[in-house]
């Protein structure tokens, strides 16, 4: 029995098909955001890769920024229970989930049985976010992909503050005419993010395991950052950018257990 | 609303407001008007602070009216902006200081300007009462308010409690002095001689309305909730403007009635079906209170409390002077520390039934704010129910989001549902 | 024999003192005395001091505060986020106690969250009456200073006694007088007293006893008294707000040669603008002291003389403008920033709003402003 997952964010849309549960029948990220062409093409391209039509699909729960959007969607979840349950699925003793978006940040605290018991966002107006990441890549005439790479040859952090991204832009700005050097640059990037992050990690309290969800997660350098902050190791899958996906098929999932044993 | 078909277009009935309701919008209305009839009639009006104490111009018979109470209206109707950008831009104000001011101030500015309409609409005051039980701010509001329009301050600072312990004798005595000072220099102001018979009149009906108000809000810890906990919202107006006064008590005396016979006949002023009932902290946003009862309705949960409406309980014994200084000292949950503040919300919250917390982190209000990030670890450990915050401001439209808000509330219904299976789940 | 190289050393020690207050506080415990910090603005450090206790100035430090916004939320003053987080990271360990005034509605809010997020040294909090005409308002400061002083008593297991309390009026009168002097012959010799110096010199009064740093600025003033005067040549400035930090931004006043000839900081000359006016009862003298202060965004006044101050002190000095040295996020300073620039500028004097934030670095926007300034 088959559910799909749909996580449609700001920056990507990401899906998950889901086999009785508890197989990855598929999994697809296309890195356009709501409002865009991307959410049907990322259903499109994981119904393609798990070779199944649209009408085998028994569920489809969709979560992200543009959940409401999605009419084709049976039911939506916050992302924020989506990340829970995607995580704990891979990371069955995870108990404190960092999930760094492309909009937002959120530390999701998780009791021992998978439920999540706390969640704290970002405070408005705070750099550190992905979007902040695309910023200052752009300025660097960077992908946000190399960052991560970058700043394992830097010799110094630069200072970035990171009240503002608008003015962390002015700030890198400065520093490159100043010739800086690129990977203490992006190492200083890093920092910044790790330090607004770590911010929100204390305020939920670090309980391990520690593992990362959304897609800045791929940014090792970000994570090097992170983990030094926090004091704490941090768990990467290559999987990451899909937990949300995964756990809105999860939850499909359960709904139709649900119904299953109300019979 | 309902609708009903006529012929093939839907016609939308608005539903007839609550008797009380009505009664709300004509003593406001009347507050108003009475200060527009004075003026007319070349007698002094004043603006005041929200928990000034009321009693003493209420006895003078001197129309009040009150800035807060007027920006939280002009900006539930959206017509803040012009005053807030004439403040921040002519007036030079920076933008972050406290919203109300904002638009208070610039207000102020052009009260003769006939560009700048705006509703309910504020006479020019003569004088200004402030008491900064409130926050600090006040103090400083009202010293450009004094500065620009060239008016008096009548002032009674109302200090803070920074520990847990009743206020010392020595502070009681300097707040009582105040009102006693404020008085006798009001008297000179007004030409008038203060009536202390009347004084007592005036401080028996206060408390009378406050205790009214507070049995309405005591029989929203029923479950379900007779009202929606939004409703205190309307209804504390009464409280705020015209604490003293007999139209008051006709008012209260006609909710409560309301509010039995909705608990007589199992039905509620909440537009849904109350699944989860959750402790609304910190003030309303008040251009976005529709958006905000309508995305808690469809997630069906009623903000059944709020700390923000036990400020005007200001309780004291008509005829004792000392305890009136000090129930002034007391009142707003500003001039309370976090441990105190929170060791209430504790208490209401486990007498409210409530399965949450939804916090208000407003832009403008950083005393509140502050009791929401330090308090926090206090409810969470002493009830163990989850807390939410969102981001919003009491009358500045530029910080609230709507994406924002509907998706912390999600996630606070989502952890408050799993409570509820789970303790299902025990139980079975 | 006074030379520039006695000169030179005094600075040094000034510089040293203001910028590793850590170092002094090691210096008092190692010592075995005991350190009590105090927050800004008006504290009556006299009442610590009585007590043989060593009071030291909280001002924060350049730093984002990682942890301190659990409790203290993101749009409240950097001065009270960095102290939180200096505070919640352990470095202000050594302290016996912290003295809070609750001058503003941060601070409101940091009388709980200090006692969150800071379990090891107790805060002694404390309020003013901003009512100060009231016929009563004396007597409370003079209970409440008691109350202080029996609360600090308590917390740090000192004695203060009456007739110590007098003793430590004393020592402070004596050192605001130096301070004032100081702040007069300054201007004198604007070549050595750059405006870095300057604040290092004002800033490291708070890190000292008072009777050392009387001693210090003793030797200081008859050092530059003995030098010729300095005709400056550059442009003159006053600087006025809570504080004028770090370096960097003071360093873009050097670099466009303009020289601070006076201040209305509360960090710095606003400490000295009243003395203590004496009293059979020391509290009582404290608590006139309060009643008799002028011109501070923190105190309430029926008109305020903060801008008339202000003009004074341009006009006296021959300064070209002012720097009016907004801390971001000090909603008390924000209210005032409107009728002190309009009045400056209505008797011809430039008003720069140069903007300060110690969890930011940038100051970018200040050096064009600065600059701009310089130019015309």
Known sequence: ?263 | MTEIAVGDQKAKIKKPLPKSRQMVNEQTAKAYADAWEAKKNHQPIGWSTAIFPQEICETFGVPILYPENNAASVSAKHMGEQYIEHAEGTMRYPINICSYARLNIGMADVLDDDKYVSDPKMPRPDFLLLANNSCTQLMKWYEALSRNLNIPIFFVDCLFNYYEEEPSSHKVKYVRSQIENCIKDLERFLGKKFDWDKFLEVQKISQQNRVLFNEIVELNSRIPAPMSGFDLFNYMAPLVICRGKASTTAIFEELKKEVLEHIENNTSTFPGDEQYRVHWEGIACWPNLGFNLKTLKRYNVNAVMNGYVTAWDVAYEPGDLDGMAKAYQISSTNSLSTPTIMGKRVESMKHFGCDGMLCHVNRSCKLMTFHIHVGREMVEKELGVPIATFDGDQSDTRVFSEAQFETRLQGLVEIMKENKETKEGERD | MINMKNIDELLAAFHDIATHPGKQLKHYTDAGKKVVGYFPIFVPEEIIHAGGLIPMGLYGTQITPTIAGKYNPIFTCSIMRSCLELGMTGKYDGLSAVVMPMLCDTFRGMSSAWRSGVKNIPVVSFIHPQNRKDTDAKEFLADEYRALAKDLMEKTGCEITEKSLRESIGIYNQHTKVMNEFVAVANEHLDIISPVVRHEIMKSAHFLEKKEHTEMMSELIKALEFLPKHQWKGKKIILSGILAEPIEFLNIFVENKIAVVGDDLAQESQQYRTSIPLDTDPYASLAQQWLNRKGSSTIHEDKSSRADIIIDMAQKTGADGIAVCLMRFCDVEEYEYPFISEAAEKVGFPVLCLEIDQSTQNNEQSRTKVQSFSEN
Request: proline share 2%; with cysteine; hydrophobic share 45%.
């Open chain 1, 1 to 263: 029995m088959l559910t799909m997952g749909v996580d449609i964010g700001s920056t990507a849309c990401k899906c998950v098909i889901l086999e009785n549960g508890t197989e990855i029948a598929a999994k697809a990220v296309v890195p356009l955001g709501t409002g865009t062409k991307g959410v049907n093409e990322v259903v499109e391209i994981a119904l393609k890769l798990a070779n199944v039509q649209r009408s085998e699909l028994a569920l489809v729960y969709v979560t992200g920024y543009g959940r409401f959007n999605f009419p084709e969607a049976d039911g939506q979840r916050s992302e924020l229970s989506c990340h829970a349950k995607g995580m704990k699925f891979m990371v069955p003793d995870v108990r404190t989930i960092v999930d760094i978006g492309g909009q937002d940040v959120k530390v999701l605290s998780l009791a021992p049985n998978g439920q999540m018991i706390n969640f704290i966002m970002n405070d408005k107006c705070a750099a550190g976010t992905g979007r902040f990441l695309d910023v200052m890549a752009g300025i660097l005439d960077k992908k946000t992909s190399e960052l991560g790479d970058i700043d394992a040859k830097a010799k110094e952090v630069a200072s970035i503050s990171s009240t503002c991204t608008v003015f962390a832009e002015s700030e890198v700005i400065s520093k490159l005419s100043a010739n800086v050097p690129l990977p203490d640059l992006v190492a200083g990037i890093h920092a910044s993010v790790a330090k607004r992050v770590a911010g929100l990690v204390f305020r939920a309290g670090v309980v391990q395991k520690v593992a990362m969800s959304g897609g800045v997660a791929l940014n090792k350098g970000v994570v090097r950052a992170l983990a030094k902050e926090i004091h704490s190791e941090i768990i990467i899958l290559d999987d990451c950018q899909i937990i949300g996906a995964l756990g809105a098929a999860l939850y499909a999932f359960q709904e139709i257990m649900k119904q299953k044993n109300k019979e």
